[in-house]
């Protein structure tokens, strides 16, 4: 079982500052100065681990002007941040009035001062007017906000408007008037469209929010000429997955011998490969797997675990969806339910669930060869192919009749002896099984650990533990490290 400290979700500032995630705050920053209301949808997932919080007020930092719609009240204390939401944000409330400035201050209930009232205590809120009191709508509590008695919407988009184009920021997953919200968004950009408002004069929404927390229709029913809906979805791709586990586990790459650091890359690519974009199983992975194949799904079925228990127990199974999925601007409804609830994500143009919905079906491991083979793919070929050149630039010396005669044998896949350059690790076995190229024994070896990688990758195939480590100790010796004549070897 993986330890629960390397079960630990990336620090929100390390998510923050990812690539994946400045392009996307990005994307959002310029539709908002652009004039255009945003309606910017989250995993349910990433709002109960506190990072949506974060991402909202980091973008509200990059903002001028921004008024956010406080929370509802119950029973005298205001509801939210979330029990979940981000220790550092503060909401500010309808009720924050200080002497002086509020409708209460002149307030006299004809039997003197309160007894609470020289003990210090705060100002309590007589029960008169319930519904001035506690507004239970958006529109209320905004209108409130802006210091405006009447028609928030009409206040900032009438012929009185006073042209500053507030951005009005709203979280719903502190709110409980998800209809209003959605009734209050379609006004407004009615407004903005039908008064003519120019980009720079025009008041807009940023509505950050979960799909549960507003009614189905609402993506769908807003007019995309003065709204956008930026959906988390894709946001991540290798490079994010790569930063988070460099970070977590920066050692077996970065220093050593050649081999250690090729054996090192091969690990890490291998974790962002099988993590795809989910971090919490890339910071699980490089803290506690060894590298070694024969212990990888071990882990990830210790990752799968450990993940199904806090969520609710159940390992669920995976549901098929078309491939093309993965490219589509946002999640297809069949799998909205699992993007939601963080089990699927698009990644590098490919649908990944999480963990724990493939690791115990029947196909685990097949798909996990494929991640451990297109990790090594991207890693090995560049550099068996940069030792395929080292054999050929020495095809002169090689050649056992001359490069002349070398290239009448191979005429069909070759049109010049320049292009004997070129020439495959495939053809160069064979021309020195055939003796046509001599070696020596430590070359002959060499070619022969490249030649049988090149051909397992070439098949889909992942190399063994055994076979990566042939592989890489030949990879890190030079092709021409042989003192004496070079001779043929016998066949």
């Known amino acids: ?219 769908d029913s807003l007019d995309a000429a003065v709204a956008k809906v930026h959906w988390w979805w894709s946001v991540w791709g290798r490079l994010d997955t790569a930063t988070v586990v460099a970070g977590t586990d920066p050692s077996p790459g970065s220093r050593g011998s050649a081999v250690k650091r090729i054996l090192g890359a091969v690990r890490s690519e291998t974790v962002s490969e099988v993590s795809g974009p989910h971090m919490e199983v890339a910071l699980g992975l490089s803290r506690a797997w060894d590298g070694t194949l024969g212990s990888l799904r071990e882990c990830l079925v210790s990752l799968a675990s450990r993940a199904g ?21 946002v999640p297809a409804q069949p799998l909205r339910s699992r993007w939601s609830a963080g089990l699927l994500d698009s990644w590098e143009g490919q649908l990944r669930p999480a963990v724990q919905e493939w690791i115990g079906g029947p196909g685990a491991q097949t798909q996990l060869d494929k991640l451990v083979w297109q990790s090594q793919n991207r890693v090995l070929l560049p550099l068996i192919d940069d030792a395929r050149a080292g054999f050929t630039g020495l095809l002169p010396r090689f050649a056992s009749q001359g490069l002349p005669r070398l290239h009448a044998l191979y005429r069909d896949r070759y049109a010049t002896v320049a292009d004997l350059e070129s020439m495959e690790l495939g053809d160069i076995w064979s021309g020195v099984k055939q003796g046509h190229i001599r070696l020596s024994g430590t070359q002959y070896r060499r070619l022969k650990a490249l030649r049988h990688a090149r051909n397992e990758l070439a098949h889909r195939r992942p190399l063994d533990d055994r076979a990566l480590s042939e592989t890489v100790r030949a990879l890190t010796q030079p092709v021409d490290d042989d003192a004496g004549p070079v001779r043929r070897l016998p066949t």
């Open 1 to 219: 079982m993986i330890p629960a400290e390397d079960m630990r979700v990336p620090d929100d500032r390390v998510l923050l500052q990812l690539p994946g995630s400045r392009r996307h705050m990005a994307g959002l920053g310029w539709d908002l100065r652009d004039g255009f209301t945003c309606l910017w949808i989250f995993p349910a997932a990433l709002v109960e681990k506190s990072a949506a919080d974060r991402f909202v007020e980091d973008l509200r930092s990059t903002l001028e002007n921004v008024v956010e719609v406080p929370a509802p009240s119950r029973g005298g204390a205001v509801v939210g941040p979330s029990a979940t939401a981000a220790p550092w944000r503060a909401v500010g409330g309808w009720f924050d009035e200080e002497p002086g400035d509020g409708f209460l201050d002149d307030y006299d209930d004809g039997l003197g001062a309160p007894p609470w009232a020289a003990a210090g205590h705060a100002r309590s809120l007589p029960i008169a007017s319930p519904a001035r009191l506690d507004p239970s709508t958006v529109e209320e509590r905004l209108a409130k906000e802006l210091g405006v008695v009447g028609d928030p919407i009409e206040h900032l988009t009438g012929p009185e408007a006073s042209g500053d184009a507030p951005i009005i920021l709203v979280r719903t997953w502190n709110e409980d008037d998800g209809v209003g919200l959605a009734r209050m968004m379609r006004r407004l950009t009615a407004a903005v469209k039908g008064g003519g408002l120019a980009p720079g004069r025009r008041p807009r929404l940023l509505v950050a929010a979960r799909l549960e927390d507003l009614p189905v229709d609402t993506p």
């Open 309 to 329: 228990a806090e969520a609710d127990g159940q390992v669920r199974p995976a549901v098929a969806a078309p491939a093309a999925s993965a490219y589509g601007p």
